[in-house]
């Protein structure tokens, strides 16, 4: 029965969708079967999942059996496969309109999902920073939270929000929700005195949260990223690469040691 992880801040701009993405491709090379969630309007991890080119099969203008919004209805869902190794439920522009819906759909949406569940190892929901049905509907339904974060001041505000909004879903909703860990996405690898004051407040802050490998932001990444590709296949060699796969095995110990 899978894993359900929610990737959340309430900052946009902190590598949700980059952290998403290549941990989706990660577990899929430790042979994990994974499915990806795109609750973001903005679509880009469905679009990186197809390299930037979504088949004209797949027409991300109506909602259908292989988009996410179809969850809040009740709907049988088809995931789509993407390029990378993962199954995809596509986000839409279509998603605006669930922030409407009332409580009664984020369960709809919690009971769908978890139809899902036997297929699959992991669920990775890439979620969008505003808080609402988007972001609510994902956290009651899973399992772990990860939580990217950059070293600014902004994001390490929005970092401790997004930790209060799992607090009170935890307490309030869904009682199996936990912190996974802090994942630092940002930086070189001499970090300046602003960022490394925000490297020691978040480490301060996070303690045993705080996922032991930071992602270094470099050109490699940034390239992967512009090609809609994965750091795994693009810097197969490169310090990044080794990273990714350091936060993987990291999070599969963690999952594990939740039972």
């Known amino acids: 029965m899978a894993q359900l992880i ?3 801040n309430q900052k946009g701009g902190v590598g949700k969708t980059h952290v998403t993405f290549n941990l989706a491709v990660g577990l899929t090379r430790k042979e994990k079967k994974v499915l990806v969630v795109d609750m973001d309007p903005q679509f880009n991890i ?17 909602a259908s059996e ?20 993962f199954d995809i439920l596509l986000g ?15 369960y709809d949406f919690k009971d769908a999902i978890f139809k899902c569940r036997d297929q699959y190892d992991f669920i990775l929901f890439d979620i969008p920073p505003t808080l609402g049905n988007l972001q609510i509907a994902p956290l009651l339904s899973s399992n772990f939270v990860v ?18 909004t799992i607090d009170s879903t935890k307490s309030r909703y869904n009682p199996n929700l936990n912190l996974l860990g802090i994942l630092i996405n940002g930086g070189g690898k001499v970090l300046d005195i602003n960022a490394q004051y925000f490297y020691d407040q978040t480490i301060e802050y996070a303690g045993d949260s705080l996922f032991s490998t930071r992602w270094h932001n470099n050109a490699k990444g940034r390239q992967a ?13 490169d310090l990044i690469a080794r990273q990714i796969k350091d936060t993987v095995n990291e999070l599969l110990e963690r999952v594990n040691d939740h039972g």
């Open 225 to 237: 990223r512009t090609l809609s590709l994965s750091v795994l296949d693009h810097a197969k060699g």
């Open 6 to 8: 929610s990737i959340a």
């Open 92 to 106: 839409s522009k279509h998603l605006n309109a669930v922030q409407k819906l009332d409580m009664d759909a984020l």
């Open 46 to 62: 469905t679009d990186w999942s197809f390299c930037g080119d979504i088949p004209d099969s797949l027409n991300r203008t109506q």
């Open 66 to 85: 292989s988009h996410a919004e179809s969850l809040f209805d009740l709907q049988e869902v088809s995931p789509v496969p993407s390029e990378h190794g």
């Open 147 to 164: 939580v990217p974060t950059t070293l600014e001041l902004d994001s390490f505000s929005k970092m401790q929000d997004i930790i209060s």
